[in-house]
Structure formats: structure tokens, C-alpha cells
């Protein structure tokens, strides 16, 4: 059988996630528009990740056994339905609908395109494979966050219903040019095994593939810490602007999709695929830790701008783009089960960073002051980083 090309799976996500990129820095002030608290907005973007949690795993058996294209295709189709949902809510009620709807339906997009690349590539070459699906998100990000920037001038909701009409043009696009990439299709269909997987994903925190996925969650968790606290952060003590913040989270984009695609390969040819996990994660903890200092006067003397503030998200995004994709061919090369089924676990510890990571930043920040989200967050990782090297032996490599 002849491979199909990834150019189709990479252009697939790339346009996917323009979607999200021009909605995830307008969110907490949308949010804000119908009086939601810090918390209320960092339960509004868990409840995301909640129904990614749930939904991952079952998307992922799913796929073995009808194939990766029907459920991009059903995932696309639904993220238009919802992302119309969330532009035309009224209130935090319909809010809430249409983002958990949006996680409903991405919960398939990721997880199935990361297995649609191991379907297709050899050990050898998974890596490259799954950091160039990496670039296209941050370039897919990069994208919609500069055009939800100039669409948000028209209006707060404007750009959901973009997105909606994007998300609904790829479904086209996957139905017309996406070939199929699963060869042999599972013969049983367990859908009770993937809904609300505890059991599973125990057991595979206790297998061979366990230290991957605490840190996939680790990863996942800082990542969306800051998805949520930052915004916030940099609105309130900095008084910078969504379309600042927006660009700045697209320089962040940029350079993650800069590394993914050019530089990861290098990076883990040089150290090996585990020491490159393990060092991005840490460098992501210390520009997460290193955000807060961002208001103190010496770091403001340019001009007032918060430079620094870009310093330290850029040290970010150097650790993300080096744990993400790694971690994800580090799973898709040692898993022993089904391409879908594996990265759909794989999908449900993301997912569950993802339901964590904005619950406590929102909260923290509440409670505690703007620098606790920060600090706390990068001391757990750091902790958590120190028992996965030291008692599960994480080197191989």
C-alpha cells in the first residue's frame, strides 16, 4: 500500500487550528463580557479539556476501527456546529455549551492526526513526522491569532463565526483530497473500554509507557496554567491589551513552529529522545516560574514595555517545542496496542493537564495573588520532574 502523503494531515490541522488560534486569547475577555469571574474563566477553559479527557480515548478505538478519515471528518463538522454555538451564546450558560462541544469534537482532531503520522512513518522517521504535525499547529496558532486580533475589532464574537465557516471549509477539504491511512482496521469495536478510561489509564501509568504520560500531563498542565493566568496577569498588572497579548503569544507560535520543524530532529539526534523531554519540560517550568518577576520595575525600563514578559514566554516556548513532539513519537514508537488507541490515551493525560492547569491558575489567581499561579505551578513540576528521572528511571537513551 502506498503511503499517503502528510502534506494532507499537516495542511488538515494547520487549517484546524487557525480556528482556535483566533478564539484562545479573545476567551477570558468574552468571558468577562457576561461578568465571569478568574475562576469561572479557568473553569470554562477546563471544561475543554474535561470533555477531551473523556471523549480522547473513545475517538481513538474508534479510529482503529472505522479508519482516521471518517472521524476527522465528523470532527471538523462538529467543531463548526459549536464554534457557531459559543458566537451566538447570550449568556455563560450557552458559554459553557460550546466549549465543552469544542472539546467534544477536538478531542478527535489531535489524537486521530497523530496516529494517521504513525500509521505512515517508521521509527526512524517519527520524530520528524510528528514535529512537523507539531509546526503546524504553532503555525495554525501563529495564524489565527494574528487574524482574531484584527477580526475582534469588529466585534467580541465575530471571530467564533469565522471559525465556524473555517472549520466547516476543512471538513470539505478532508472529504475531498484526504486519503485513508489505516491499513488494517481492528476487527472489534470496545467503546465501554474508552469512556471514562480511569482503569486504562492506571494501568498505563504503571507500564512501560507511564513516564511519558506524566509528563505529556506535566506539559500539558504549565502549558494551560498559562493559557489562563497569563491573559490575565498581563491585562490587570501590565495593562497590555488582547491584541498584545495576542502578539505575543504569536511569537511564541512562531518560534515553537520554527523548532519543531527544523530544529527538534537535531536537538534529539544530539541528546537522545528522553534527555530531550525531560530538559524541555524543566526549561518550561523556569519560564513559567519567571513570569511574575516580569512587573518588577528593573525589567520595565524599556520604554515601559514589558519586554521581558516576551523574554521569559519565549523561554516557554523553547521547552514546549521540545517536550511535545517528543514525547508524542516516544509513545507512538514503544506502544504495543493500536496506533488510535494508544495516542488517544496519550490525548486523555493532555487533556487532563488541560482540565488542571487553567482550574488552579484561575483559582490561584483569585486567591492568592497574580505571582501564585506561576510559582506554584513550576515548583509541582519541578517535584514531579524529580520523581519521574529518579524512581521511574526515565533515561533509556
Do not use: C
Request: proline residues 4%.
Amino acid at each position: 500500500m502506498k503511503k499517503p502523503p502528510l502534506f494532507f494531515i499537516y495542511l488538515t490541522i494547520f487549517v484546524n487550528i487557525i480556528g482556535f488560534g483566533m478564539v484562545f486569547p479573545l476567551l477570558p475577555f468574552y468571558a468577562r463580557h457576561f461578568q465571569a469571574s478568574e475562576f469561572t474563566v479557568g473553569l470554562l477553559a477546563a471544561s475543554f479539556a474535561i470533555a477531551q479527557f473523556i471523549l480522547s480515548p473513545v475517538w481513538g478505538r474508534l479510529s482503529d476501527r472505522v479508519g482516521r478519515k471518517p472521524i476527522m471528518a465528523v470532527a471538523l463538522l462538529g467543531l463548526s456546529l459549536s464554534f457557531l454555538l459559543f458566537g451566538l451564546a447570550n449568556n455563560l450558560f450557552w458559554l459553557f455549551v460550546g466549549r465543552i462541544l469544542q472539546g467534544v469534537f477536538s478531542a478527535a482532531s489531535i489524537s486521530v492526526a497523530q496516529a494517521y503520522v504513525g500509521d505512515v512513518t517508521s521509527k526512524e522517521e517519527r520524530i520528524k513526522g510528528m514535529g512537523n504535525l507539531g509546526a503546524s499547529l504553532a503555525a495554525g496558532f501563529i495564524f489565527g491569532l494574528g487574524l482574531g486580533g484584527v477580526l475582534s475589532t469588529v466585534s467580541l464574537s465575530f471571530p467564533f463565526f469565522v471559525a465556524a465557516v473555517l472549520a466547516a471549509a476543512n471538513f470539505i477539504f478532508v472529504m475531498a483530497f484526504l486519503p485513508e491511512s489505516l491499513s488494517k482496521k481492528a476487527e472489534k469495536l470496545m467503546i465501554k473500554e474508552g469512556l471514562f478510561n480511569i482503569k486504562h489509564m492506571y494501568q498505563g501509568l504503571k507500564g512501560e509507557l507511564g513516564s511519558f504520560f506524566i509528563l505529556t500531563f506535566l506539559w500539558s498542565f504549565a502549558l494551560t496554567n498559562n493559557e489562563v493566568a497569563m491573559p490575565l496577569f498581563a491585562e490587570e498588572r501590565l495593562a497590555l491589551s488582547a491584541s498584545t497579548i495576542g502578539y505575543f503569544f504569536s511569537l511564541m507560535g512562531l518560534l515553537s513552529a520554527f523548532m519543531q520543524s527544523v530544529l527538534i530532529y537535531k536537538i534529539t539526534r544530539f541528546l537522545g529522545e528522553h534527555k530531550t523531554a525531560v530538559l524541555g519540560i524543566a526549561i518550561l517550568a523556569v519560564g513559567l516560574f519567571l513570569i511574575p518577576f516580569a512587573k518588577l520595575p528593573v525589567f520595565l525600563l524599556f520604554f515601559k514595555l514589558p519586554v521581558f514578559l516576551l523574554f521569559f514566554m519565549i523561554v516557554m516556548a523553547v521547552g514546549s517545542s521540545m517536550t511535545r513532539p517528543t514525547l508524542a513519537s516516544l509513545v507512538s514508537k514503544e506502544t504495543k496496542e493500536g496506533q488510535g488507541t494508544t495516542m488517544g490515551i496519550f490525548a486523555s493525560f493532555e487533556s487532563l493537564g488541560r482540565v488542571f492547569g487553567p482550574l488552579l491558575g484561575g483559582w490561584l489567581f483569585s486567591n492568592f495573588g497574580f505571582h501564585s499561579p506561576f510559582t506554584v505551578s513550576a515548583i509541582l513540576i519541578f517535584i514531579t520532574l524529580v520523581f519521574v528521572v529518579q524512581i521511574r528511571g526515565f533515561f533509556k537513551d
